[in-house]
Nanobody, 123 residues
Framework: QVQPVESGGGLVQAGGSLRLSCTAS????????MAWFRQAPGKEREFVAT????????YYADSVKGRFTISRDNAKNTVYLQMNSLKPEDTAVYYC????????????????WGQGTQVTVSS
């Protein structure tokens, strides 16, 4: 089992950048698909980005494509989300999630979730 722990959130001005990290304990990190989701106040949680266990497949939500980059370092049991050109509408709690097996962007497929890290983008 993998237990994700997110870090790197904070307050940034519009147009700025942040890098989120998610470190997952457990000995089998390199067989897990990892993903980032986010939940804005008053809204449902939504998919942001996902990366396959080797990093060979990556998907992004249309709303972040070209601005966000997901990557992973299996030697460090860590997945990253580099967020550039941030907008106020990116304000949300960002969650890291893990699933065994093939890549997915479906929240229901992910069984291990972190506690979330707050990202606030001021205008």
């Amino acid at each position: 089992q993998v237990q994700p722990v997110e870090s790197g959130g904070g307050l940034v001005q519009a147009g700025g950048s942040l890098r989120l990290s998610c470190t997952a304990s457990g000995l089998t990190f390199n067989i897990y698909t990892m993903a980032w989701f986010r939940q804005a106040p008053g809204k449902e949680r939504e998919f942001v980005a996902t990366i396959s266990w080797r990093g060979g497949s990556i998907y992004y939500a249309d709303s972040v494509k070209g601005r966000f980059t997901i990557s992973r370092d299996n030697a460090k049991n860590t997945v990253y989300l580099q967020m550039n050109s941030l907008k106020p509408e990116d304000t949300a709690v960002y969650y890291c999630a893990a699933k065994r097996g093939t890549i997915s962007s479906n929240e229901a497929d992910f069984h291990s979730w972190g506690q979330g890290t707050q990202v606030t983008v001021s205008s």
